[in-house]
């Protein structure tokens, strides 16, 4: 067995209030990536991916747990080991008005990361590389990208801006915060399959963060989708057997509601997310949980559990008997 | 003072609400006059649900802000018009209309909700200042008890608990519940045509679908007009009679919801359900459009969609198409599958016409 | 290919950018006049002595004359040019403003950029020193200190310099702090640029029109301080404009209407000299807001 790119084991993220105190925020994530694949991670907006994607593109800290990334814990990475965990791991923001510098040219903005690191000095190579890095990336010809302006470029072409940018670094492993939601719709799929391509190419693992169940779908197509509530992953699993046959309530719930479903819709009891300051004992949904078993479900706090079939969740309906291993479903 | 102009009662007249013609809209930038709008065309009846889909730039927020006449300061209504029915003898053009006749339209009888809506709270003050400041601005005379049940009324018909909410400040309330206020405070005085811009992007899926709903519920119940501004087409299905398409300022579509979707005829209608990935469809590989949406500044001759458009001819990059009717209620600016056109049946033939 | 390439060396778009610049400031119309009245005082500043050398002895016969085709704005109380001493009293006024403005906004980047992105104990003692230093007042140290020593222009620069630091640190120091929270910046961050790239490539390019704006404020200010320093006699400079002022009211020159101009053309000389920078940074700003922020 390989060691797996990236290994997170029960990490928790806690943020310090003044006024309200410490809220958790992650509390108790496992997902490990391979190289080369894509995990796709759905939920609501505040549902806590975001704060997960940057802890994992090493913006944030965390507060618990484990990350390891290529077998070696983050949080305790020497000097000597930070750079190339810094170098490998990327990330696409999601909003492309503001990631681009507005007083740089895309020359500029993708000689800077190639001069720097890979020492290229010779103006004429770095041309090369510049040009490499925009065919990668789909802005072709390349005479009409390469000298302009962030102000000149539309959401979609900026996006690719910030790929070609990334890509100078050899990621191995991506953090794709909604990079399409701030795009025009028909423009989106194109943004995703010159991703997917260079997967294929390159062999990057990706996060890829998304609220858009139909998107998340199509990206993460033979890969894997988690669905995050409140701060943790409740189910985990191949993509087309999740979206085709859901087990948690959760997942259910949001399904209908993607699919507007007006016969006999999955539906929640309460419209309303909870707050991450006041999240109730035992199972985070029982709230709202039409399937609540009462005794059970607000008592003690569900684990993810392997129920076969590479499917993991994290509900008491699920519960399993230990001696063969196999789930029953409790439908 | 008021322009009115007094149409005969002819009986499909009566129930058109809103009557947009040939209205064209442009801003004054430092580049240049950019044409927002261009001879644009939409017919609201009474009680009708109308989606307008497009990508950014394509001017649909311009449109439905100037029904409403609060287009910003550099923008300017250069052509056309937009006629509204008062009641039954009285028709009002909205874009020559008086400041003053304006202010008693909005909010009592025709409501925009931008997109925005969560902000449009004042945060000092509780909600039921903001629901009896509304009022008693355009029914000076009312007696505040009487608006405040009104209120309570309809924020239990959006699922809320209409005594808490009326005494909260709108920090305390979360995205969700502001959103159905917000609808609640638009329908307070009756409104015959409601207008919503993205009404459900800042809600979560779950939320989303309740509103849509209450949407359609409430539509069915108090009786009034919606058009509503989306580049999400799913909720397009839920909520639209009629989905009008708009792309670089121009209506390209106009047509029935179901039709729209099973057999889209302009181009661009077609390429934009091709690049939607849907929830349970096979799974094939689907495309954007090639190209970029046009620079609005810029003159260009014929159909602005001609450069992306894999079935244009030599008179689509010469003559702009003009929106005819093609069949009973569905229209479509197009040489190529407009009314001069050949059927839907694609066989995209590159030479000259 | 090889077009684009070249287009892109340095030198190419260094003359690009400056045509750029010099085309937006000409379009605006008060920054035109503004930059027009500067390049005309630093014209006359540097070329004027050599045509309108200073009258070294003093001639008694033309005391406070009034102007005349000889001497344009007439004479001052030792018989001497006035427009030949308004035209060489610029010089050192032009270089201890540019000088101090220079010196501090370097200052101030470096230390404002430093603690802003290093954070922690360095930026809080830094700070609690800028709070401190705030609170002496400049003038008066100004004029105390010229007591002590001797103070030439270069130097009162640099003292002028050092006393106007702990402004321009916070205000940069907060101009960082938010432009650090942007996207781009943290995308910086994270394709591990050093320091001084950030600094300098990615923020500095964003707080041109802040920069620009500071600039002429505190090239105003050592304007005003020079001037006022000179005016009270505590600055012993031969030819300067405050020096004129000075000498002018001690001469009470004011009584006489014939050499009015003995101490009004320097005055309104630095009046347009002030004007001018204002024009000119107001332009700046204006030119590198719109175009940085989308």
């Known amino acids: ?331 | 003072m008021t322009k009115n102009t007094r149409t005969g009662t002819d009986s499909s007249q009566k129930n058109r609400l809103l009557d947009i013609q040939d209205l064209s809209i442009e801003y004054r930038t430092k580049r240049g006059r950019l044409q927002a709008v261009h001879k644009a065309s939409l017919r609201v009846d009474a009680g009708e649900s109308v989606a307008i889909i497009g990508e950014s730039g394509c001017g649909k927020t311009t449109l439905a802000t100037s029904i409403v006449r609060m287009l910003p300061l550099n923008a300017r209504i250069s052509h056309g018009r937009i006629l509204y029915r008062r009641s039954d003898d009285e028709q009002t053009r909205l874009d020559t209309a008086s400041e003053r006749e304006l202010r008693t339209i909005r909010w009592s009888d025709i409501v925009m909700m931008f997109q925005t809506s969560q902000s449009s709270f004042n945060p000092v003050a509780r909600i039921r200042t903001q629901f009896l400041d509304t009022a008693q601005a355009h029914e000076p005379n009312s007696d505040p008890q009487e608006i405040l049940q009104r209120s309570k009324k309809l924020l239990e018909l959006v699922y809320l608990d209409g005594e808490a909410i009326l005494q909260a400040y709108p920090h305390e309330l979360s995205g969700g519940m502001k959103q159905r206020t917000m609808i609640a405070l638009a329908l307070l005085l009756q409104p015959k045509l409601v207008i919503l811009d993205e009404p459900t992007t800042a809600l979560d899926l779950i939320t989303q679908k309740k509103i849509l709903e209450l949407l359609n519920s409430l539509r069915e119940t108090l009786g009034f007009s919606m058009i509503f501004i989306t580049h999400d087409l799913g909720i397009v299905t839920q909520l639209a009679d009629r989905v009008v398409t708009m792309y670089a300022g121009s209506v390209v579509e106009d047509a029935p919801s179901r039709s729209f979707f099973t057999s889209p005829r302009h181009p661009y209608s077609k390429g934009l359900l091709h690049a939607i990935p849907k929830l349970d469809a096979e799974f094939e590989e689907l495309y954007s459009i090639p190209g970029n949406t046009p620079d609005l500044v810029e003159k260009i001759e014929g159909c602005l969609f001609a450069p992306r458009c894999e079935f244009a001819l030599g008179m689509c990059r010469t003559t702009i198409p003009s929106l005819d009717e093609v069949e009973q209620g569905r229209k479509v600016a197009c040489h190529v599958f407009g009314i001069n056109g050949k059927s839907d049946k694609t066989s995209s033939s590159g030479g000259n016409a | 290919m090889h077009d684009a390439q070249m287009q892109l060396t340095k030198k190419s778009r260094f003359s690009r950018n400056l045509r750029k610049l010099g085309r937006a400031l000409s379009q605006d119309p008060v920054g035109t006049i503004g930059l027009l009245i500067l390049l005309a005082i630093i014209a006359m500043s540097t070329l004027g002595p050599l045509w309108f050398p200073l009258d070294e002895i003093s001639n008694p016969d033309l005391i406070l004359s009034a102007p005349s085709a000889e001497h344009f704005l007439g004479t001052d109380h030792l018989g001497r040019d006035i427009w030949a001493q308004v035209v060489s009293g610029g010089r050192e006024l032009l270089v201890l403003a540019f000088l101090t403005a220079s010196i501090a906004v370097v200052l101030g980047i470096f230390l404002g950029s430093f603690s802003a992105l290093i954070g922690g104990k360095f930026d809080e003692a830094l700070l609690f020193l800028a709070d401190v230093w705030l609170t002496i007042p400049r003038f008066p140290l100004l004029v105390v200190l010229s007591g002590f020593f001797r103070l030439s222009s270069v130097t009162l620069a640099i003292v002028l310099a050092i006393l106007s630091w702990a402004g321009l640190y916070r205000t940069i120091r907060a101009e960082v702090l938010s432009l650090k929270t942007r996207d781009f910046v943290e995308v910086s961050f994270m394709l591990d640029m050093s320091m001084l790239h950030i600094i300098f490539k990615e923020i500095m390019p964003n707080m041109m029109g802040f920069i620009a704006a500071n600039f002429t404020l505190l090239m105003r200010a050592a304007i005003y301080s020079q001037v006022g320093l000179v005016f009270l006699g505590l600055l012993p400079l031969d030819q300067n404009w405050g020096v004129m002022i000075n000498v002018a009211w001690n001469q009470g020159v004011i009584y006489n209407p014939s050499s009015i101009w003995f101490l009004l053309a320097p005055t309104i000389v630095i009046c347009l000299l002030i004007l001018s920078l204002v024009w000119i940074s107001r332009s700046l700003e204006e030119i590198f807001n719109p175009g940085l922020q989308k």
């Not at chain 1, 890979?118 to 041309?127: A, H, P």
């Not at chain 1, 399959?193 to 990206?219: M, P, S, W």
Request: charged residues 20%; neutral net charge; glycine residues 8%.
């Open chain 1, 1 to 331: 067995m390989t060691t797996p790119l990236v290994e997170i084991t029960d990490l928790t993220k806690v943020f310090h209030q003044r006024k309200t105190g410490d809220v958790a925020i992650l509390r108790g994530i496992d997902l490990t990536i391979e190289a080369g694949e894509t995990v796709c991670v759905v939920g609501e907006s505040g549902c806590g991916k975001t704060t997960f994607g940057k802890i994992l593109a090493g913006l944030h800290d965390y507060s618990g747990g484990s990350f390891k990334y290529g077998g070696k814990e983050v949080a305790t990475l020497s000097k000597t080991d930070w750079k190339p965990f810094r170098r490998s791991v990327q990330m696409i923001h999601q909003n492309p008005y503001e990631s681009l510098n507005p007083t740089k040219m895309v020359f500029d903005m993708l000689a800077a990361p190639l001069r720097h690191h890979k020492k290229i000095k010779d103006f004429t190579t770095l041309y090369h590389e510049t040009v490499k890095l925009l065919e990668m990336v789909g802005l072709t010809p390349v005479e009409d990208f390469i000298d302009k302006y962030p102000g000149n470029l539309s959401g979609g072409q900026r996006q690719r801006v910030s790929i070609a940018r990334v890509l100078a670094m050899d990621p191995q492993f991506i953090v794709v915060d909604e990079a399409t939601s701030m795009i025009d719709t028909s423009m989106r799929i194109s943004l995703l399959t010159t991703l997917k391509r260079i997967q294929q190419e390159l062999h990057v693992a990706y996060l890829y963060i998304t609220h858009d169940l139909a998107l998340g779908r199509y990206f993460a197509w033979g890969h894997r989708i988690a669905v995050m509530y409140l701060g943790k992953i409740i189910e985990l699993g191949p993509t087309s057997d999740l979206i085709g046959d859901p087990c948690h309530p959760y997942t259910k719930a949001i399904l209908s509601a993607a699919r507007l479903e007006t016969d006999s819709p999955y539906e929640l009891n309460n419209i309303d997310i909870p707050s991450f300051t006041n999240i109730c004992t035992g199972c985070s949904l029982s709230p709202r949980c039409p399937q609540v078993m009462p005794g059970i479900c607000d008592v003690t706090e569900p684990q993810l559990r392997d129920i076969g079939n590479n499917r993991k969740v994290a509900c008491h309906l699920y519960a399993q008997d230990d001696h063969n291993g196999e789930a029953s479903y409790g439908k």
